[in-house]
């Protein structure tokens, strides 16, 4: 996630820098192929224009769509943290007589393992998604390295060796962490150290953490519709193929402009309209780890140092600063 107020121009350009190239050199190639043949392939730009308002029309969709999944991803997370700290807040307040501080410390330690186990599990790569190699995460080194150490030395500070070793087999190692934490509690009330209002109320909380991964899951593994996607970008290759001989026909007939002004008005339009969708094509999937995604290795973070500053630990990590601007 950006943090700062504005994406300076040059940033912007040299992100969408293939749109803008190749609509520079496409227009240049008909302007030049008309003024060497002297063949008049003007077309009026009327029907153009429709076909333009067609694709602004699909563009705002495809926009607002992808937007939709990038809010909705944000707002499991900040119920991530909220649950999260209900949960150590009631796990904190059981009545000391009744469970050790160590069985607390445990307790809370396992969540945060759930936690940054569900995070790595959000970066795994899908094939709809724009995924490159971690190296080219030149602006934030820190997270390239959290990246490339992978799930098992974050989540094993948390969790016994034996519970780890076990958690191995398994696919879905967050689901197994929620399954263990029910074990656990439903171990604690059949040897009577956990009153029913508190073992309801903390299963509740444990159903609502399954239900946060399951909703972050569809976002992940659910791709924007394909037949959306493709289609919106076919059109969008029409129109903007049809752009420059649209200008020409406009400055063709012009006593006071001159048809040359074809290729940077036509590269503009180009690059807009690719710009615009380049936008939605990024806010499709919020967790694939790019610079725009939701920043949930930050939020797990700011989770993991509430949690821990409640069980009054001292070696706490630090905040997960922002690199360059950009927050992960």
Known sequence: MYIKRYYSLWMTVVWSKKSLLYGLLYSAIIILVYEITKINFALPWQPISVIGVAVAFFLSFK???????????????????????????????????????????????????????????????????????????????????????????????????????????FSNIPTQILKNQSVELERLYNDGQLSEYKHVWLHQLIGNFYDLQGMTERIKNFPFPRQYASTGLWILYIFCALIPFGLLDIFEQSQELHHWLTIPFSTIIIWLFFLVDRIGDYSENPFEAAYNDVPISSISRAIEIDLREMLGETNIPPVYAAENGFLM
Not at 136 to 146: A, D, G, H, N
Not at 152 to 159: A, D, K, V, W
């Open 63 to 169: 926009n607002n769509s992808s937007y939709d999944r990038t809010w909705e991803a944000r707002k499991i997370w900040g119920k991530v943290i909220n649950d999260s700290r209900t949960f150590a807040t009631a796990v904190l307040t059981m009545p000391v007589q009744d469970t050790s501080h160590e069985w607390k410390k445990s307790t809370i330690h396992r969540h945060l393992a759930w936690l940054l186990a569900l995070k790595h599990n959000m970066r795994k790569v899908r094939t709809w998604e724009h995924n490159g190699p971690i190296d080219k995460l030149v602006f934030t080194p820190s997270f390239r390295k959290e990246c490339e150490d992978g799930m098992e030395p974050e989540i094993s500070q948390y969790l016994s060796a034996c519970e780890l070793n076990d958690l191995r087999k």
